[in-house]
């Protein structure tokens, strides 16, 4: 059995129901092969690929809170710490009830090499917890925090370990969690990142994830004389990633006609409002139904659907595994070119592949939603260096980034001779770093 085939079946083996990391690592660990190959004896000799499938370290805990009628809810806490061969532990926390140690483990794994593709000096690392922030007030969302900072303060700090934002973790919770990490260590450091403006943010984060995903697609079309200019753009989400999508792409001249959250979704053949959809979700984070009913020409439609309305470019921004093969193949029927991820692995892997093999351009969520991070280690830099950037360089240098996101990726597929197969690409340019960091550093 060849050495990726058996580190495989080693995953499967030793992290039992955890479907998510299996899909992650069987995604990433195929497309390496021809590089495996090359030196398949070397990196047996050191297990190289069973240190990089095993986290380093992995911390689960208990956050006990009392909710607003004096009920005391228990729920887990994770952080998995994953590589630090390139830097410190660097990724988001996510707050949503689906979450589990499979799922922080896959996106943790993810986060290796998408901080690897940034070029900045940042390791993989991923947390949270099954705690859901829907429906909850402010004053239990910052019981939640608070609690959950008092365990997970112990294991992280601004040169080991700097979380983030992720699903259900913005700049309100970033703020809790930060104040309460401050009160504990008695330390004023950049060890979060998203944080507001005032007390350390770096302009252009909260855009940063969103507008990264349109200025990789963007160079990715413009180097097949193409552009987002009158195209018609489906989105999924209606998060974070997804508004600035949105907005980006808009400004790019195209027309987004869907977003969607977890009950339904919106088709808006006029293009969508975004200033109305900010005040429904950033402001009042309310339901879509709130926004058809204040656009008379927008239609509301229970259930999942985004998939199913004609585009020339596609951008899933949710969750994973939101786009599936019967997805893939309707997007395509539609004329679909352009599938851009902006989640972590929304698409499944058997849609992933008939949209390539079917000559779609795809790219993983791994390259084209790395601005996020990428702006999260500028905030970093800012912080370390007690200054602050203008909105104009932060974002002189996110594109800069995402432009050569894409270009190593394309250049990576095309030296092991898959020309436009980016997940390829991707895999194999964020590898490369990451193994050449730990075969320096030795077997630990
Ligand atoms: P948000 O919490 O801001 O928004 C998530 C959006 O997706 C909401 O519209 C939400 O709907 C919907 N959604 C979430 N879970 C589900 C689900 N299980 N089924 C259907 N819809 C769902 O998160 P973000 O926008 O920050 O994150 C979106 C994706 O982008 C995630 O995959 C995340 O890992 C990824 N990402 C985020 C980055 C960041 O900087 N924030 C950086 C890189 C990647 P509802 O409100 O109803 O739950
Ligand atoms: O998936 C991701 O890259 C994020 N949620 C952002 C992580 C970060 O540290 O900014």
């Keep these: 059995m060849s050495y990726v085939d058996e580190v495989i079946e080693r995953v499967i083996t030793q992290n039992p129901a955890q479907p998510e990391f299996h899909q992650a690592v069987r995604e990433v660990l195929d497309t390496l092969r021809p590089v495996i190959d090359e030196k398949e004896q070397r990196y047996r000799d050191v297990a190289l690929l069973e240190r990089m ?3 380093e370290r992995q911390i689960l805990f208990r956050v006990p809170w009392v909710d607003d009628n004096g009920k005391v809810h228990v729920n887990n806490g994770f952080r998995v710490q994953f590589n630090s061969a390139i830097g410190p532990y660097k990724g988001g926390l996510r707050f949503h009830p689906s979450v589990n140690l499979g799922i922080i483990k ?3 794994f993810e986060q290796i090499f998408k901080n690897s593709l ?21 004053r239990e969302v910052m019981m939640f925090c608070q609690s959950f900072m008092t365990e997970l303060y112990k294991h992280i700090g601004a040169d080991s370990d700097v ?20 009160r504990l260590t008695g330390l004023y450091e950049g060890v979060l990142t998203g ?3 005032n007390f350390g943010g770096s302009l252009v984060r909260t855009e940063a994830t969103g507008y990264g995903l349109v200025y990789l697609v963007e160079e990715m079309l413009n180097d097949n004389n193409d552009s987002f200019k009158d195209k018609t753009v489906v989105v999924s989400g209606s998060g974070n990633v997804a508004i600035y999508a949105i907005e980006k792409a808009q400004q790019l001249g195209a027309k987004v006609v869907t977003c969607c959250d977890s009950t339904g979704w919106i088709y808006d053949p006029d293009g969508i409002d975004l200033e109305l959809l900010k005040d429904v979700k950033e402001v009042r984070r309310a339901r879509l139904t709130e926004y058809a009913a204040k656009r008379p020409g927008a239609q509301y439609h229970e259930g999942v659907g985004v998939w199913t309305v004609p585009c020339d470019i596609a951008l899933p921004c949710a969750t994973q595994n939101e786009l ?33 093999k079917s000559g779609v351009m795809f790219t993983p969520g791994k390259a084209s939603n790395a601005g996020g991070v990428a702006t999260s280690a500028l905030e970093m830099s800012q912080n370390s260096e007690r200054t602050s950037w203008t909105f104009e360089q932060v974002d002189a240098k996110l594109q ?26 991707a895999n194999i340019a964020g590898f490369r770093k990451v193994a050449d960091a730990m075969n320096a550093q030795g077997i630990v």
């Design 53 to 55: 499938t095993t986290p």
């Design 106 to 108: 896959f996106l943790g």
């Design 118 to 138: 940034t070029s900045l000096p940042i390791g993989g690392a991923k947390g949270g917890s099954d705690f859901d922030p829907k429906g909850k007030s402010d």
């Design 163 to 182: 979380p983030a934002g992720d699903i259900g973790v913005g700049g309100r919770e970033i703020g809790y969690l930060y104040g309460q990490y401050k």
């Design 195 to 197: 944080k507001s403006l």
């Design 324 to 356: 599936h093969l019967a997805d893939a193949k309707m997007l395509i029927a539609n004329g679909c070119k352009v599938v851009g991820e902006g989640a972590n692995m929304p698409t499944t892997l058997d849609a992933t592949t008939y949209l390539q």
């Design 400 to 425: 800069q980034i995402m432009k050569n996101i894409y270009h190593n990726c394309a250049d990576a597929a095309n030296e092991y001779n898959m020309p436009g197969n980016l997940v390829a690409g």
